[in-house]
């Protein structure tokens, strides 16, 4: 995010102390500001917030002279506003196909780079995928479909291409476009028969994506080297103005925050120290207390900690001045970075008072 956009944020942290250990997890967005359902659910599922970080990272750290750069970015827009299932094995998969296509994407920018060669390198990376999960069928599913799903979008970015270069050539290019469809159709039977040959056995998935895999590598080799003669490269800088565009658009998913696992490691050092239970209440202590904090760089208390938690109860008031004490108590958390002090200046600290202790 640009220093002139950068703005405070809150950075919400789950102090459970089940046994030695903060929860590791932090999605890329701030879970503070979350408010469609898919936010909501990615913050407080610990593996999709995981995976939703390692998603961003990947994204953020694709090459952006890579050929292919500006297809995934509206690849990855286009998932996120639409395209996503907030399950494990769909951010999984998308993470896989980041991969993949930051693998492709790298290996394809310059002149002199053609897809045969790098498709020798996409190889590379669909064993380490595999090597995952020790080669499962699960995986070796995921592996294959994010793979196939990088070399569709190479497919469609080299068709188009094609289609742009030789716009001229009116004669040509109703050929080419007739020839495009009966190919989509002629891939569509021959990996159908190939998998119905095995549809009762456990590899027909393995078949079918293969199948289709060496389909898409000949067009792409064929379509890659085409577009690649003559200078024809200079056609990719009219598409390039669209990406500094395009990545605006994707800021709301990652925002330079301190890791919540280092904030919370220094956080709850000090709080367990200074954690007194209160006296349980007839009504109980409510399962999480949310204490506000602002702090200074110093990373001392500037205002007495308010208690943010939502219809609080009598044993939520409770649990909330117990907390506030050891807040107060444990202050100042001098460890916590001053360079990175944007992002813990707020804090809403979530304590689960009954696993802290009565």
């Keep these: 995010m640009k220093d002139t956009n950068m703005r405070a944020f809150v950075t919400t942290i789950m102090l459970a102390f089940l046994t030695h250990a903060i929860p590791a997890w932090s999605a ?152 495009h469809e009966l190919w989509e159709e002629y891939v569509n039977a021959d990996c159908d028969w190939q998998y119905s040959e095995y549809r009762d056995g456990s590899i027909r998935g393995q078949i079918w994506r293969y199948c289709k895999q060496g389909h898409y590598e000949n067009r792409i080799r064929h379509l890659n080297g085409s577009n690649r003669f003559d200078g024809k490269n200079n056609f990719l800088e009219k598409s390039s103005v669209k990406i500094d565009r395009l990545e605006d658009d994707l800021t709301q998913v990652k925002t330079k925050t301190y890791k919540i696992n280092e904030v919370g490691n220094i956080i709850r050092n000090k709080l367990v120290l200074c954690w007194n239970p209160p006296v349980e209440h007839g009504d109980g202590l409510a399962n999480d207390i949310i204490l506000g904090l602002k702090l200074d760089i110093d990373g001392k208390l500037m205002e007495t900690p308010v208690n943010l938690t939502p219809n609080s109860g009598v044993g939520s008031l409770k649990a909330f001045e117990a907390a506030k004490r050891a807040a107060v108590r444990c202050s100042p958390y001098n460890d916590l970075d001053p360079e990175m002090y944007e992002s813990w200046k707020e804090l809403n600290l979530i304590f689960n008072s009954k696993i802290l202790g009565r």
């Design 28 to 179: 890329s967005f701030d879970c503070n500001k979350a408010s469609t359902d898919a936010e909501i659910a990615i913050c407080n599922d610990p593996e999709l917030s995981s995976l939703d970080e390692l998603i961003s990272d990947i994204f953020f750290n694709l090459d952006k002279d890579g050929r292919y750069y500006m297809k995934i970015v509206e690849s990855q827009r286009k998932w996120i506003k639409t395209g996503r299932s907030l399950t494990t094995y769909d951010f999984k998969m998308r993470a896989e196909f980041l991969e993949f296509s930051s693998v492709l994407n790298s290996c394809s920018k310059g002149e002199k780079s053609q897809f045969i060669t790098c498709n020798s390198e996409l190889k590379v990376q669909h064993s380490k995928c595999m090597e995952k999960e020790n080669h499962s069928t699960l995986i070796m599913n995921r592996c294959g479909s994010s793979l196939n799903e990088v070399l569709q979008l190479v497919e469609t970015f080299e068709t188009n291409l094609w289609r742009k270069i030789n716009s001229d050539d009116k004669e040509t290019l109703v050929l080419f476009n007739q020839a």
